[in-house]
């Protein structure tokens, strides 16, 4: 995309340039006097011209960025979205302190997150909630990273697992639909990454805080660790350490999020990054004048340098 389209027409001054360019070689080459050795000619002339065509052509590059600098291109870059809200709702129950995802489920979580924190570029606003039996907002969305990091640390296990409240909780620490700044898609500028290894034992129904969510367009990433149901052993768990896919899957299905399965600290490691670069980032075209008028001159510094050295008196 060009900011002066327009501009493009004077790249139908390079055929002239060229047709001038040959016509000047063809009169020289007419005009040239006899030699006595013109085996020796011949061949010099025909090196001659296997150095100059190389040279001629990034000459010819050259004058083509020209041009198209004129016409102010632009290209897309990925740069920091301000209008984007995340909340980290993190499970803190006892059944995180299961070693099958290694140091800890939680421990694996905590270190995830911590990445996930250190990638965030600066501007992003981010919030932390963590919840077992209740659900606890621990910091406001705020631009503070380091705040969040250190909440994080602070966190501790407790009984239960309340998914619903969760939502809730996290809901809270976004403006009203209306508030909320005004931009192309208004669905991803508030979202909630939510982790859990448990179903839901207490508090609001997750699937009746999934409707709030909905209506305050909200999206929900949800995040599986520990033991799901298809891979569910009672004899070696016990029901308190399956998490609910299911509801997951739907909490994330019907807010336009993700649901992701994890075992390993790797895996959920992976997880964040991926969510970090796909949530607060955002693409946008930045006029790229400065850069192609650079690679014009640095061809056509190139093309003279190599002239130079390549420079023939017969």
Do not use: C
């Not at 139908?12 to 006899?34: F, Q």
């Not at 979580?109 to 919030?127: C, H, N, Y």
Request: glycine share 6%; charged share 20%.
């Amino acid at each position: 995309m060009f900011l002066a389209p327009w501009m493009l027409l004077t790249l139908l001054a390079l055929p002239v340039i060229l047709w001038l360019y040959i016509g000047l070689k063809t009169k020289r080459a007419a005009s040239a006097v006899a030699y006595p050795d013109l085996i020796t000619l011949l061949k010099a002339n025909q090196k001659r011209k296997r150095t100059l065509f190389p040279l001629s052509l990034i000459y010819f590059l050259a004058l083509l960025f020209a041009f198209v600098a004129l016409a102010r291109p632009t290209m897309p870059v990925a740069v920091a979205n301000p209008e984007a809200g995340i909340v980290l709702a993190i499970d803190t129950s006892r059944s995180m302190r299961q070693a099958d995802v290694i140091p800890s489920r939680f421990e694996a979580a905590r270190a995830a997150v911590r990445s996930f924190l250190d990638e965030l570029p600066q501007g992003v606003r981010v919030g932390l909630v963590n919840f077992g039996g209740y659900a606890t907002l621990n910091v406001p969305l705020t631009q503070e990273h380091e705040q969040v990091a250190d909440a994080l640390e602070r966190l501790y296990l407790i009984r239960g697992t309340a998914i619903g409240e969760a939502l809730i909780k996290s809901l809270a620490a976004f403006p009203d639909l209306a508030e909320r700044p005004v931009s192309g898609e208004s669905n991803g500028l508030a979202t909630v990454i939510l982790l859990s290894d448990g179903r839901n034992r207490g508090g609001i129904n997750p699937l009746d805080a999934l409707e709030q969510l909905k209506a305050k367009d909200i999206t929900v990433h949800t995040i599986g660790v520990g033991t799901n149901s298809a891979n569910f052993n009672p004899d070696a768990f016990g029901g308190a350490f399956q998490f609910d896919e299911e509801t997951l899957r739907t909490i994330a299905e019907q807010t336009g999020g993700a649901y992701v399965f994890v075992d390993s600290a790797a895996d959920l490691n992976d997880v964040y990054k991926s969510l970090s670069h796909s949530i607060a980032w955002r693409m946008t075209r930045q006029e790229a004048t400065a850069l192609v008028t650079l690679l014009a001159a640095l061809l056509l510094f190139l093309s003279l340098s190599l002239g130079q050295l390549k420079r023939q008196v017969i």
